[in-house]
Nanobody, 120 residues
Framework: QVQLGESGGGLVQAGGSLRLSCAASGSIYSINAMGWYRQAPGKQRELVATTTRGGSTNYADSVKGRFTISRDSAKNTVDLQMNSLKPEDTAVYYC??????????????WGQGTLVTVSS
C-alpha cells in the first residue's frame, strides 16, 4: 500500500506565497512522475505542475513564472513553491504520483488534498 501525505495549504493574501509539500510512503520500489493538480469549486481537476524522475518539469500556463515544483527522489517527496498568488489560484491542491510498488505493480496514487485560499 502506498500513501501520499500533503501539507502546507492555508489562507494567504493575494501576492503572497505558500509552499506545499508531499511525501510518499509505503511499499515503494520507485516513483516515476510526481506532480500537483488542483480543483476549484465547480471546476474540473487540472494539472498545475509535474516532474519526472529525470527532472523534467511541466507547468500549466496559468502558473508559469510563479510556481516552482521540486522533487527529492531519494526521499520520495515533491514540493510546490507558489509565489505571487492570485485569488484564482484558490483550490484544493492534490499531490499525484506514478508508483512502482515493491511487488512491481504500477499504481497512480492521489493525496487527500490540501486547501489553498487566496484572498483579494
Amino acid at each position: 500500500q502506498v500513501q501520499l501525505g500533503e501539507s502546507g495549504g492555508g489562507l494567504v493574501q493575494a501576492g503572497g506565497s505558500l509552499r506545499l509539500s508531499c511525501a510518499a510512503s509505503g511499499s515503494i520500489y520507485s516513483i516515476n512522475a510526481m506532480g500537483w493538480y488542483r480543483q476549484a469549486p465547480g471546476k474540473q481537476r487540472e494539472l498545475v505542475a509535474t516532474t519526472t524522475r529525470g527532472g523534467s518539469t511541466n507547468y500549466a500556463d496559468s502558473v508559469k513564472g510563479r510556481f516552482t515544483i521540486s522533487r527529492d527522489s531519494a526521499k520520495n517527496t515533491v514540493d510546490l513553491q507558489m509565489n505571487s498568488l492570485k485569488p484564482e489560484d484558490t483550490a484544493v491542491y492534490y499531490c499525484n504520483a506514478g508508483v512502482i510498488t515493491s511487488t512491481l505493480w504500477f499504481l497512480e496514487v492521489w493525496g487527500q488534498g490540501t486547501l489553498v485560499t487566496v484572498s483579494s
